[in-house]
């Protein structure tokens, strides 16, 4: 079964779920990788210019990394391993964990649904990957830091109140709210939000430590999976000069 699924619309949309119900929609290696080539075939597309990112069900968004087949979780993070400039709108109900949050928090939007709690429980674990950093940039610091260092829970309406989510919903209407949003915003002008996104991403929210080399893994796989790599291979095992094609 597929861990991602990922549904175009005609009037420019797309949904892409984690679909692990029975797991609380843990993100696996597998899924994060299912999620970047989700995100990326949305990026490709050219009639599509909005996407929602969900979970399956309404228990959880997702419960954060998968601890028994831990990812690579920069791949399926919004800016960092997917490079769309396209506006991408979290729909989250239920509990948002660990990687979870630092998922929806590089989205654009947020939808949550009134049953949605936000956690970050890694210092209480023993494992970050670090990229968490970048919450005290998008609401108020010490919010952040209660988070980060207390591992506390925030509810829609705190989520709401600082400023995380842009809407709170009934649970089970955050989708639907969501699809809406960006059926709205797939009205408007794609250069004018792309050029806006960029500015905002590129020159006015900071990258921490942890983002900036997620971004450089990302940049360096893309030249290691390439084919010009694998035709270097080639050429040097068949002894002859190698024919790239930047690709």
């Not at 989205?107 to 970050?120: G, I, M, P, T």
């Not at 002008?189 to 450089?216: H, I």
Request: aromatic share 6%; proline share 4%.
């Amino acid at each position: 079964m597929e861990k991602v699924t990922a549904t175009d619309f005609a009037d420019g949309t797309t949904l892409i779920a984690i679909n692990r119900p029975d797991k609380r929609n843990a993100i696996c290696a597998t899924t994060a990788i299912e999620l970047q080539q989700a995100f990326a075939a949305f990026d490709a597309a050219d009639s599509q210019r909005v996407a929602v990112v969900t979970g399956t069900g309404d228990a959880a968004f997702s419960g954060g990394a998968d601890l028994t087949n831990i990812p690579e979780l920069w791949r399926c993070i919004p800016t960092v391993g997917i490079t769309t400039e396209k506006p991408v709108i979290a729909a989250v109900g239920g509990h948002c964990v660990g990687g979870a949050l630092v998922l929806v928090m590089m989205c654009d939007l947020l939808v949550a649904a009134e049953n949605a709690k936000f956690s970050y429980p890694e210092a209480a674990v023993g494992f970050t990957g670090g990229m968490i950093a970048g919450l005290a940039a998008r609401i108020p610091h010490k919010v952040a830091m209660e988070m980060i260092l207390l591992c506390k829970t925030l509810d829609a309406q705190r989520a709401y109140h600082v400023g995380l989510a842009n809407e709170i919903v009934p649970t089970g209407q955050q989708v639907e709210r969501a699809l809406a949003m960006a059926r709205e915003i797939a009205t408007f002008s794609p250069l004018v939000l792309r050029t806006l996104k960029r500015f905002v991403n590129e020159g006015v929210l900071p990258q921490g430590p942890s983002e900036r080399m997620a971004r450089a893994n990302r940049d360096l796989a893309i030249v290691r999976d390439s084919a010009d790599a694998q035709e270097s291979l080639r050429a040097f095992k068949e002894k002859r000069r190698p024919s790239f094609q930047g690709r």
